[in-house]
């Protein structure tokens, strides 16, 4: 197959003259993401985005090659548990397919993308990578593999885990190999929570820990361990055995080899077979006296877990913009070469506001994801504003992303037609995957009460977010006047903040997920519009102020009538196919 250009500017496989639609296949995400590029832009430092473009570009073509057959292989190759070696000794190993493991070493060697945080120097940067290009590039790897960025993201969250809580003795014995790109020194991290009956209610936690005179001792068992076979567990125990709730729960760091090279005292007792992520091995482990080091305090246990559960959600909320846009990607790719009745897809009117629907999932997502990173780094060094607004936006995309993610891929699926269904095609993986992002670390429910309850109710946490937004509103009406979309969402701000604080009084409140998502649909569309304003302002595009009002008109006014308002027919073929839109034009389609 060919790479061409089709007339709106989307790169596509040409597909073969037997009417059968191409696939993504060869193409470059990264180099095929305007939306990506024009942020990246906005956001980073021009050195290190000049920095940063071959690395990224190099990343975008193996996830469109590479990185994208050994996906297939590893997803179509389970991991496989050996619960003994050859002479029958206690050993147990899992087995991993090849595929799996040579995109392991794209992700810990060659990009270290669990490292270039804390690490300078790798893929070319000049010092180590701002939050940003962390997330970047599990942006981009997740195009091709979503399983494996899973324990990718975990050995960074425990190095962040080990440096900010651990001793001098953890620090010393394995903060260097959990930064490690070298095959032979690196240590793959996982964090170990859910038991039988304990899922989202971790107070539920029967798993002890007993004082031993080398540190101390654990007893129990986790039910659903991501990464099994890693070199160092972060895992809940109860160290007071008097305790019960949340109260009395430690953070302790399990490595699976002793400092003498023995294997530490727990089992592997079986691997899941999972609906998806299927290339990265799941299991149930059993802990018999296992020997393990406390991390921070005693007790203060939950308290670092939900440090990692924050960072995790915002990973969550990155795989998910991702995937969407793999699912957009692909179905630009069947819309521009799959012919039917004598026309192409994307020429058919009923197909474009389906395009556009993807299209906008998966920008909103990536616009929200930016946004979020933008306050990260001020969070960190101690900004109680930023650290605010990080504390609302995290389960926010969460929430929005992970559950528009499996709208996209379904849509996407349907949209390539029976070949979608089977396993020739990313589709169906894509389907499968999309489904994790509603489990892990929480669901929708338990998402939507930490934010509306906890962020919003007890932390007051939206007012800074609220308060700069309409800030940011307020100075780009007074520059853009005759854009109407603006103070639309202006009012749309005022509106969300009397609902928010309104739910947040009560306890289990009913309505939390939809207004969630009204929030979630309602800030992204805010931050597309400012986005917008911006490249109007530098190149006169106004492309993401159009994205800005079909949220407002498809996502928000949706939820006030029976149905879908609508928006101007070549408006929605401009937003769908991602095409230049002039002052002009918006001004035309009452933008």
């Given at each position: 197959?060919?790479?061409?250009?089709?007339?709106?500017?989307?790169?596509?496989?040409?597909?073969?003259?037997?009417?059968?639609?191409?696939?993504?296949?060869?193409?470059?995400?990264?180099?095929?993401?305007?939306?990506?590029?024009?942020?990246?832009?906005?956001?980073?430092?021009?050195?290190?985005?000049?920095?940063?473009?071959?690395?990224?570009?190099?990343?975008?073509?193996?996830?469109?090659?590479?990185?994208?057959?050994?996906?297939?292989?590893?997803?179509?190759?389970?991991?496989?548990?050996?619960?003994?070696?050859?002479?029958?000794?206690?050993?147990?190993?899992?087995?991993?397919?090849?595929?799996?493991?040579?995109?392991?070493?794209?992700?810990?060697?060659?990009?270290?993308?669990?490292?270039?945080?804390?690490?300078?120097?790798l893929i070319g940067l000049p010092g180590t990578a701002p939050a940003l290009l962390r997330y970047v590039c599990q942006y981009l790897f997740v195009q091709a593999e979503f399983g494996l960025i899973c324990p990718v993201a975990m050995t960074d969250s425990c190095a962040h885990v080990i440096a900010t809580h651990g001793s001098d003795e953890l620090k010393q014995r394995y903060l260097e190999g959990l930064t490690s790109?070298?095959?032979?020194?690196?240590?793959?991290?996982?964090?170990?929570?859910?038991?039988?009956?304990?899922?989202?209610?971790?107070?539920?936690?029967?798993?002890?820990?007993?004082?031993?005179?080398?540190?101390?001792?654990?007893?129990?068992?986790?039910?659903?361990?991501?990464?099994?076979?890693?070199?160092?567990?972060?895992?809940?125990?109860?160290?007071?055995?008097?305790?019960?709730?949340?109260?009395?729960?430690?953070?302790?760091?399990?490595?699976?080899?002793?400092?003498?090279?023995?294997?530490?005292?727990?089992?592997?007792?079986?691997?899941?077979?999972?609906?998806?992520?299927?290339?990265?091995?799941?299991?149930?482990?059993?802990?018999?006296?296992?020997?393990?080091?406390?991390?921070?305090?005693?007790?203060?246990?939950?308290?670092?877990?939900?440090?990692?559960?924050?960072?995790?959600?915002?990973?969550?909320?990155?795989?998910?913009?991702a995937m969407m846009r793999r699912c957009l990607n692909e179905s630009l790719v069947v819309a521009h070469t799959r012919r039917a009745f004598g026309r192409r897809l994307v020429d058919m009117p009923m197909v474009q506001p389906q395009l556009l629907s993807l299209r906008l999932a998966a920008e909103q997502a990536l616009s929200l994801a930016f946004f979020v990173l933008r306050w990260v780094q001020s969070a960190s060094?101690?900004?109680?504003?930023?650290?605010?607004?990080?504390?609302?936006?995290?389960?926010?995309?969460?929430?929005?992303?992970?559950?528009?993610?499996?709208?996209?891929?379904?849509?996407?699926?349907?949209?390539?037609?029976?070949?979608?269904?089977?396993?020739?095609?990313?589709?169906?993986?894509?389907?499968?995957?999309?489904?994790?992002?509603?489990?892990?670390?929480?669901?929708?429910?338990?998402?939507?009460?930490?934010?509306?309850?906890?962020?919003?109710?007890?932390?007051?946490?939206?007012?800074?977010?609220?308060?700069?937004?309409?800030?940011?509103?307020?100075?780009?009406?007074?520059?853009?006047?005759?854009?109407?979309?603006?103070?639309?969402?202006?009012?749309?701000?005022?509106?969300?903040?009397?609902?928010?604080?309104?739910?947040?009084?009560?306890?289990?409140?009913?309505?939390?997920?939809?207004?969630?998502?009204?929030?979630?649909?309602?800030?992204?569309?805010?931050?597309?519009?400012?986005?917008?304003?911006?490249?109007?302002r530098e190149r006169g595009d106004g492309l993401r102020l159009l994205y800005a009002h079909a949220v407002l008109q498809q996502r928000l006014v949706a939820f006030d009538s029976d149905g879908q308002a609508m928006i101007h027919v070549a408006a929605v073929r401009a937003a769908a196919l991602g095409a230049v839109v002039s002052t002009r034009e918006l001004e035309d389609w009452g933008v």
């Amino acid at each position: 197959m060919e790479l061409h250009s089709v007339p709106d500017g989307f790169p596509s496989v040409a597909s073969a003259d037997d009417g059968m639609a191409g696939d993504c296949r060869g193409l470059n995400f990264f180099d095929i993401d305007q939306g990506l590029q024009d942020l990246l832009q906005l956001n980073l430092d021009p050195q290190l985005l000049e920095a940063s473009r071959t690395p990224l570009r190099r990343l975008g073509a193996l996830a469109g090659g590479r990185l994208d057959e050994l996906a297939a292989m590893a997803d179509r190759n389970p991991p496989r548990l050996h619960t003994r070696d050859r002479v029958g000794r206690d050993e147990d190993w899992i087995e991993t397919h090849a595929a799996y493991r040579e995109l392991e070493q794209y992700a810990y060697c060659d990009f270290g993308i669990h490292a270039i945080g804390r690490r300078p120097g790798l893929i070319g940067l000049p010092g180590t990578a701002p939050a940003l290009l962390r997330y970047v590039c599990q942006y981009l790897f997740v195009q091709a593999e979503f399983g494996l960025i899973c324990p990718v993201a975990m050995t960074d969250s425990c190095a962040h885990v080990i440096a900010t809580h651990g001793s001098d003795e953890l620090k010393q014995r394995y903060l260097e190999g959990l930064t490690s790109i070298d095959p032979l020194r690196l240590l793959k991290g996982a964090q170990l929570m859910t038991e039988r009956q304990a899922g989202s209610d971790v107070g539920a936690i029967a798993t002890t820990a007993v004082r031993a005179a080398d540190g101390w001792a654990i007893h129990g068992e986790k039910w659903f361990c991501s990464a099994a076979d890693a070199d160092l567990i972060l895992l809940l125990a109860r160290s007071d055995p008097d305790s019960h709730g949340t109260r009395g729960l430690s953070l302790f760091a399990v490595p699976r080899r002793l400092p003498d090279g023995k294997r530490n005292r727990y089992a592997i007792r079986r691997l899941k077979d999972k609906l998806g992520t299927r290339s990265m091995p799941t299991g149930e482990i059993q802990f018999d006296g296992a020997h393990a080091l406390l991390v921070g305090k005693e007790g203060d246990g939950l308290k670092i877990v939900l440090e990692q559960v924050n960072m995790s959600r915002l990973s969550h909320g990155v795989r998910a913009a991702a995937m969407m846009r793999r699912c957009l990607n692909e179905s630009l790719v069947v819309a521009h070469t799959r012919r039917a009745f004598g026309r192409r897809l994307v020429d058919m009117p009923m197909v474009q506001p389906q395009l556009l629907s993807l299209r906008l999932a998966a920008e909103q997502a990536l616009s929200l994801a930016f946004f979020v990173l933008r306050w990260v780094q001020s969070a960190s060094a101690g900004d109680a504003d930023a650290a605010a607004r990080v504390r609302v936006l995290t389960p926010l995309i969460k929430l929005g992303a992970c559950r528009d993610n499996v709208v996209a891929a379904t849509a996407a699926m349907e949209l390539r037609g029976g070949n979608g269904f089977i396993t020739d095609y990313v589709n169906e993986r894509l389907v499968r995957d999309a489904q994790t992002g509603l489990l892990w670390e929480g669901t929708s429910n338990i998402v939507a009460i930490d934010l509306v309850v906890r962020a919003v109710g007890r932390k007051h946490a939206h007012q800074p977010l609220l308060r700069g937004l309409l800030q940011e509103l307020d100075a780009a009406v007074r520059r853009w006047p005759a854009i109407r979309v603006l103070p639309l969402l202006r009012q749309r701000i005022d509106c969300l903040s009397d609902e928010l604080q309104h739910l947040a009084l009560q306890d289990e409140p009913i309505g939390a997920v939809s207004l969630g998502m009204r929030t979630y649909h309602t800030i992204s569309a805010v931050v597309l519009a400012l986005e917008g304003c911006h490249l109007l302002r530098e190149r006169g595009d106004g492309l993401r102020l159009l994205y800005a009002h079909a949220v407002l008109q498809q996502r928000l006014v949706a939820f006030d009538s029976d149905g879908q308002a609508m928006i101007h027919v070549a408006a929605v073929r401009a937003a769908a196919l991602g095409a230049v839109v002039s002052t002009r034009e918006l001004e035309d389609w009452g933008v």
